[in-house]
Nanobody
Framework: QVQLVESGGGLVQAGGSLRLSCATSGRTFSSYAMGWFRQAPGKEREFVAAADRSGSITYYGDSVKGRFTISRDNAKNTVYLQMNNLKPGDTAVYYC????????????????WGQGTQVTVSS
């Protein structure tokens, strides 16, 4: 079992930045691909970003490419999402997830989910 705890959400003005963190339990963090997703009110959950086990291969959703960066620190069992040039359309609950492969993350089918953290971008 893997437990995921997100932090770093909050309220920011458009054009600003936030960094989300996701701390995981257990000693097997480096064996999981990690990802970020988001869900806005009334909308389906959306893939945001994913990183392979080493963090050397990353994937991004089209709406965040060039603005968001996923990274991971396997020594700290933590994955990050740096969000720059935020827009009101980025407002959502952001979820961290862990999975055996990046393919399953990109298909929105991870093995484990975090509880989510709210990000609100004001115009």
């Amino acid at each position: 079992q893997v437990q995921l705890v997100e932090s770093g959400g909050g309220l920011v003005q458009a054009g600003g930045s936030l960094r989300l963190s996701c701390a995981t339990s257990g000693r097997t963090f480096s064996s999981y691909a990690m990802g970020w997703f988001r869900q806005a009110p009334g909308k389906e959950r959306e893939f945001v970003a994913a990183a392979d086990r080493s963090g050397s291969i990353t994937y991004y959703g089209d709406s965040v490419k060039g603005r968001f960066t996923i990274s991971r620190d396997n020594a700290k069992n933590t994955v990050y999402l740096q969000m720059n040039n935020l827009k009101p359309g980025d407002t959502a609950v952001y979820y961290c997830a862990a999975s055996s492969t990046t393919i399953s993350l990109r298909k929105l089918s991870p093995n484990y989910w975090g509880q989510g953290t709210q990000v609100t971008v004001s115009s």
